[in-house]
């Protein structure tokens, strides 16, 4: 519910502070302005929400993943290696990174089996340490 006495300050005070007659439009377009200020609450934005603990304290960022930082650096190199020939959207760039991303994602884990490969994976059986008493 509005409250209408705020209303109708509102309203005289924005006529009154006018030097000159104002037209219908604007009129019109003040009014409708107050009643939406007046109407609507006052919401927090979801990032400021989050920024900020029950305490009030500003909560730190966390560190980009290595993805992150994947990402922001093959679109800094696409951006270099653009002509209007290859020029790609933004989809068209993502669906590129992602599978440049899966690529060294593979690569890696190639890497790190042949050196699993050398050491058991997951842990010894129960009876395995005791077999040497």
Not at 27 to 48: F, N
Not at 52 to 75: C, H, L, V, W
Not at 111 to 116: C, F, I, P
Request: hydrophobic share 25%; proline share 5%; charged share 45%.
């Amino acid at each position: 519910m509005i409250d209408t006495a705020e209303f109708i300050r509102r309203i005289t005070e924005f006529i009154t502070a006018q030097p000159d007659d104002i037209s219908k439009k604007e009129l019109k377009k003040a009014i409708g302005d107050i009643y939406d200020e007046l109407t609507k609450p006052v919401k927090k934005t979801k990032k400021s929400e989050k920024s900020s603990d029950s305490d009030g304290e500003e909560k730190k960022k966390r560190a980009p993943t290595k993805y992150n930082a994947f990402i922001k650096e093959q679109m800094a190199i696409l951006k270099q290696t653009e002509t209007p020939e290859t020029k790609m959207n933004a989809k068209e760039k993502m669906l590129h990174i992602s599978k440049l991303w899966q690529e060294t994602k593979e690569a890696k884990s190639d890497e790190q089996s042949e050196v699993d490969v050398e050491k058991p994976k997951g842990k010894t059986p129960r009876g395995a340490a005791k077999k040497g008493k």
